[in-house]
């Protein structure tokens, strides 16, 4: 099959992933890209716990990612990719030309960011780098679980 | 020591209701704290278990055992600094053990708790 969802996800795996996407996308695995978690044993081991023994759980540094990223593109089983911030989804966009759409899925709150959407939370710089991202020819949206509209990038930043 | 305080840490409204059935059944406040990941991501999270714990001791009770609550409640307890313990699959029958046994340690809370818990779960049918 493929890698079915790229989502933007500051929490990473949790509930919403694994099972409000997970289970209609009937999801084999899931890719957390982080270089923060890829370097943290203690870290995975949390991660893991979240997720069902038979969703096979893979962590990658960004620039592993970038080599890894077409074998998971063409594995045969549904995949799930995440990142934790927009700073590495535009990282990963831009050293491999196959991702094509990311979906802003949860950025919460913190200083300087403002409410965008109720589960989006952007600095002008963060919506800023979205929209390139866009015009770069990667479709953006910000969608939270399947059951809700898919927003476009230009609705929300 | 610092009396020993409870903090529930769920998905929604969860906690809340939890903290509010408690005090329905046992009459007994100011134990424990509700805590929702509603609208927040890992360091607001970890911002609302700091003021929560405070200086401890503390057991965090978390709904799941993965996913935001857990994640966050268990990089707290090992960074936080305080004496905590952390439970999983949070349930009525354990807090009301829990608010009446607070004289131990977190540890121990933790797994009396787990043992009240997992009692209270049973399957009855015809």
């Excluded at chain 1, 079915?4 to 996407?21: E, F, K, P």
């Excluded at chain 2, 509603?38 to 996913?67: I, K």
Aim: include cysteine; hydrophobic fraction near 45%.
């Amino acid at each position: 099959m493929t890698l079915a969802l790229y989502r933007i996800d500051d929490r990473l795996i949790h509930g919403q992933v694994v099972v409000g996407w997970g289970q209609p996308l009937d999801v084999s695995f899931i890719v957390l890209v982080d270089d923060e978690v890829s370097s943290s044993d203690w870290e995975q081991d949390l991660y893991r716990m979240g997720v069902p023994p038979q969703i096979e759980v893979i962590f990658s540094s960004v620039e592993k990612a970038a080599e890894l990223l077409p074998g998971w593109e063409s594995d045969a089983r549904v995949g799930i990719l995440l990142v934790g911030d927009i700073d590495t989804a535009v990282a990963l966009a831009g050293r491999v030309p196959q991702v094509k759409r990311f979906n802003v899925g949860g950025v919460h709150h913190r200083t300087g960011r403002k409410e965008r959407l109720r589960f989006v939370y952007l600095t002008d710089d963060e919506a800023a780098k979205l929209r390139q991202l866009a015009a770069r020819g990667v479709e953006v949206t910000a969608q939270d679980v399947p059951t809700a509209r898919a927003v476009p990038v230009g609705e929300f930043t | 020591m610092s009396e020993l305080r409870g903090v529930i840490v769920s998905h929604a409204a969860v906690a809340k209701a939890m903290v509010d059935a408690v005090t329905a059944i046992t009459g007994i406040e100011g134990v424990l704290t509700p805590i929702s990941n509603e609208g927040c991501g890992t360091a607001e999270l970890g911002e609302r278990l700091r003021e929560a714990v405070g200086p401890g001791p503390a057991v965090l009770f978390v709904d799941l055992p993965g996913g935001s609550c857990f994640t966050s409640s268990a990089r707290y307890a090992k960074q936080g600094g305080a004496d905590i313990a952390v439970v999983t699959g949070v349930n009525l029958a354990m807090l009301l053990d829990f608010v009446f046994n607070r004289d131990i340690p977190p540890a121990e809370a933790a797994r009396r708790a787990v043992d009240a818990g997992g009692k209270a779960i049973r399957v009855t049918s015809s």
